[in-house]
């Protein structure tokens, strides 16, 4: 039971706005910036948002992320074929004192 | 070009000692934070342990604690994870990855190496 709860699956169709949500507690999205990967099939982890809505250089501007309260959310907009992969959001919990992870949600684009 | 290159894959018994090491090039190692995240087979990301830049804070995950020592040698460049008391259960790949702004933050990643705990 991961710590972070994120939904098991998402799925849309080209060109669709795909949110995916996170949910956490005080302690961790609630006191921290949070973070998200995409693994694609097969490959590492790739850092997609950093510090709850900052994107690394080389990310593309469909996708955004956003805090609010215990929660965050990652958005993906103009859906591409490419972009079916896990995500996973992550943050530091002050609780525990150390980095938690979601279970990690399934993008299916159909 | 931030490179992380993981060694030290292989297969133990359960009980048996493992170290994993991670070599580091393309950014000023002694400047980040560094991290071990794992991944079981056909199971999400889990976060392992994490390190200081000078190496004198340490974090580990509650599944691991007393059994993995997290550890660099920053004239090396190499971040390193000396695992003990293996368990089946900590059979993954274990991905080395380089700390951003926030240790959270895992600006680049290795390519895994695999740990299988088995008799």
């Known amino acids: 039971q991961s710590v972070l709860t994120q939904p098991p699956s998402a799925s849309g169709t080209p060109g669709q706005r795909v949110i995916i949500s996170c949910s956490g507690s005080?302690?961790?999205?609630?006191?921290?910036?949070v973070n998200w990967y995409q693994q694609l099939p097969g490959t590492a982890p790739k850092l997609l948002i950093y510090?709850?809505?900052q994107r690394p250089s080389g990310v593309p501007d469909r996708f955004s992320g956003s805090k609010s309260g215990t929660s965050a959310s990652l958005a993906i907009s103009g859906l591409q074929s490419e972009d079916e992969a896990d995500y996973y959001c992550?943050?530091?919990?002050?609780?525990?004192?150390?980095?938690?992870f979601g279970g990690g949600t399934k993008l299916t684009v159909l | 070009e931030v490179q992380l290159l993981e060694s030290g894959r292989g297969l133990v018994q359960p009980g048996g000692s493992l170290r994993l090491s991670c070599a580091a090039s393309?950014?000023?190692?002694?400047?980040?934070?560094m991290s071990w995240v794992r991944q079981a087979p056909g199971k999400g990301l889990e976060w392992v342990s994490a390190?200081?830049?000078?190496?004198?804070?340490?974090y580990y995950a509650d599944s691991v604690k007393g059994r993995f020592t997290i550890s660099r040698d920053n004239s090396k460049n190499t971040l390193y994870l000396q695992m003990n008391s293996l368990r089946a259960e900590d059979t993954a790949i274990y991905y080395c990855?380089?700390?951003?702004?926030?240790?959270?933050?895992?600006?680049?990643w290795g390519q895994g190496t695999l740990v299988t705990v088995s008799s």
């Open positions: 510090s709850s809505n």
């Open positions: 005080s302690s961790n999205i609630g006191s921290n910036t």
């Open positions: 390190i200081s830049d000078s190496g004198i804070s340490t």
């Open positions: 990855a380089k700390g951003g702004v926030v240790v959270a933050a895992l600006t680049n």
């Open positions: 992550a943050a530091w919990d002050d609780s525990l004192n150390g980095v938690v």
């Open positions: 393309g950014f000023t190692f002694n400047n980040y934070a």
